[in-house]
């Protein structure tokens, strides 16, 4: 009993920190600003590293690496007090590399690192001593990574439930959702990097993103896994998500409506897969095929965002 409300008062005392910590940090509507110091924001918002990522032929293959990618980029894999923070693995590995900029309050040292035992976001792992590291690029060398990529011994799957589980207190992902992502982080390699180390974020990067988690949500329906399923539709709103924050403004309402009522939608969805609906696959497609006319609005108006670099720079001053 007593253990059971010392863990009431840690999760307690952690919600109220990271409540504090992530609405104090900025003023700036982007999330992702709250853990990026003030002279690195704009760069790091405007900005994302390239994606090293190996297609495969295997068929099979390539829908579990479309899962995991979308799962890697939802905080709902995550959860506990990193989703509540709105972190997801993406956070702290863009598109599957480092973040030299990522600097949390409460779990980052210098900027880049990242305490992989802190108290602040487990129950399980938190050794209450500050002791950040380096955030590794998982695209890196095999030989420099900390875990083994090779599909053979399963000491990747090992460490992401671990991550998962233990370091964020989060759910214990389904099979599926685990050999996904497992499989999505050994597509990425060196080998696959394109020649430019960063390209410029841009609206078409997330509306993409969306249409690929959507995409991933029709293959986790088909292998029977609804709370696969329901993730990967936690992924594609996360993509609207980001696009909303950069339509900040009352000049931007109608673009950000047509976010809005997309969102619904999915949320819509969301609710159907709990209730056994049937009829998924055609709600998926219809939701797919519906992008065209409410994007047009976001489209027109990207320059007046806060996708633009100049309106960007003066909401930052």
């Not at 390539?62 to 799962?71: E, N, S, T, Y």
């Not at 976001?121 to 001593?129: E, L, T, Y």
């Not at 998982?138 to 090779?150: G, I, N």
Request: net charge neutral; charged share 20%; proline share 7%.
């Amino acid at each position: 009993m007593d253990r059971k409300r010392s863990r009431r008062r840690f999760l307690s005392a952690a919600a109220l920190a990271v409540a504090a910590l992530t609405t104090a940090a900025t003023e700036l509507p982007l999330l992702a600003a709250r853990w990026l110091p003030p002279d690195r924001q704009v760069q790091a918002l405007l900005t994302v590293p390239t994606e090293c990522l190996t297609l495969p032929a295997n068929v099979d293959l390539a829908q579990r690496i479309a899962i995991g990618r979308a799962a890697f980029r939802t905080p709902l894999l995550l959860g506990g007090q990193g989703a509540r923070a709105g972190l997801s693995c993406n956070s702290c590995h863009r598109n599957g590399r480092g973040n030299p900029d990522f600097h949390f309050p409460g779990l980052s040292g210098a900027p880049g690192t990242a305490d992989v035992t802190s108290s602040l976001m487990s129950s399980q792992r938190g050794d209450r001593i500050d002791n950040p590291v380096a955030i590794p690029d998982l695209s890196a060398a095999p030989a420099t990574l900390k875990v083994s990529k090779a599909v053979d011994d399963l000491a990747l799957e090992r460490f992401i439930s671990g991550l998962i589980e233990a370091e964020f207190d989060g759910p214990k992902p389904s099979p599926l959702v685990l050999a996904s992502v497992s499989d999505y982080v050994r597509a990425l390699t060196p080998d696959a990097c394109p020649a430019a180390a960063s390209r410029p974020i841009r609206l078409a990067d997330h509306l993409a993103d969306a249409r690929a988690a959507m995409q991933a949500t029709l293959f986790a329906q088909a292998a029977a896994d609804p709370a696969a399923t329901r993730l990967m539709l936690a992924s594609a709103r996360t993509a609207l998500g980001l696009i909303d924050e950069r339509y900040a403004g009352a000049d931007l309402a109608a673009a950000r409506d047509a976010v809005r009522t997309a969102d619904r939608e999915l949320a819509a969805i969301q609710a159907a897969v709990d209730s056994g609906d049937g009829n998924l696959p055609v709600r998926i497609t219809a939701w797919v095929a519906s992008m065209p006319r409410w994007t047009k609005a976001l489209a027109e108006n990207e320059s007046r965002s806060l996708f633009n670099a100049q309106r960007l720079a003066a909401a930052v001053d």
